[in-house]
T-cell receptor, first 115, second 111 residues
Framework: AAGVIQSPRHLIKEKRETATLKCYPI?????VYWYQQGPGQDPQFLIS???????DKGSIPDRFSAQQFSDYHSELNMSSLELGDSALYFC??????????????FGEGSWLTVV | LAKTTQPISMDSYEGQEVNITCSHN???????ITWYQQFPSQGPRFIIQ???TKVTNEVASLFIPADRKSSTLSLPRVSLSDTAVYYC????????????FGAGTRLAVHP
């Protein structure tokens, strides 16, 4: 079965540079979520989109922005990168809104290393 | 949002049944309980989800008492490959589209 696809899987950037992560949800899924997981930490919710509109916002820095496109894929843009942004970034998707028992599926993540 | 509390760590041996209990005292009426498994450097993998009583699939069972203030994930006959972090989460049905991860349970399965 098709899963959530994230690219790139690994990315190395220097401080103050910009990075873009892409997420392709499971076909027919209309909701996308972004999470950040630092080394040894639990995943932290960043932001989510439903039908191309931002639906919720978590602990996403102002330097980060995201959007969901007409084909439902999503991109997370990170600017003025800091060493502390080094983490594993997960994208997840679900069909319709994540209540009434709809399941959220996660991708394998994109490793961002800031040097 | 319903906060979840689960053991920080557990140890077991191959072939044993493992039960991980999670408390979610302020779960809302329409919230669902969902469990994920995560291996190092991999995305959380969905295990099982339920609303009440008992749910079973090919890898686990989920027991939810009538008051729904807790739930227990049961893994039958664990193997070394079940060593992972297990997260109990509540699906927020209040119109917000997200799962909030708390501290998961680090399960170590020994030979």
């Amino acid at each position: 079965a098709a899963g959530v696809i994230q690219s790139p899987r690994h990315l190395i950037k220097e401080k103050r540079e910009t990075a873009t992560l892409k997420c392709y949800p499971i076909p027919r899924h209309d909701t996308v979520y972004w999470y950040q997981q630092g080394p040894g930490q639990d995943p932290q919710f960043l932001i989510s989109f439903y039908e191309k509109m931002q639906s919720d916002k978590g602990s996403i820095p102002d330097r980060f922005s995201a959007q969901q496109f007409s084909d439902y894929h999503s991109e997370l843009n990170m600017s003025s990168l800091e060493l502390g942004d080094s983490a594993l970034y997960f994208c997840a998707s679900s069909f319709r809104e994540a209540f009434s028992g709809n399941t959220i599926y996660f991708g394998e993540g994109s490793w961002l290393t800031v040097v | 949002l319903a906060k979840t509390t689960q053991p920080i760590s557990m140890d077991s041996y191959e072939g044993q049944e493992v039960n991980i209990t999670c408390s979610h005292n302020n779960i809302a009426t329409n919230d669902y309980i969902t469990w994920y498994q995560q291996f190092p450097s991999q995305g959380p993998r969905f295990i099982i989800q339920g609303y009440k009583t008992k749910v079973t699939n090919e890898v686990a069972s989920l027991f939810i008492p009538a008051d729904r203030k807790s739930s227990t994930l049961s893994l039958p006959r664990v193997s070394l490959s079940d060593t992972a972090v297990y997260y109990c989460l509540v699906l927020d049905s209040g119109g917000y589209n997200k799962l909030i991860f708390g501290a998961g349970t680090r399960l170590a399965v020994h030979p």
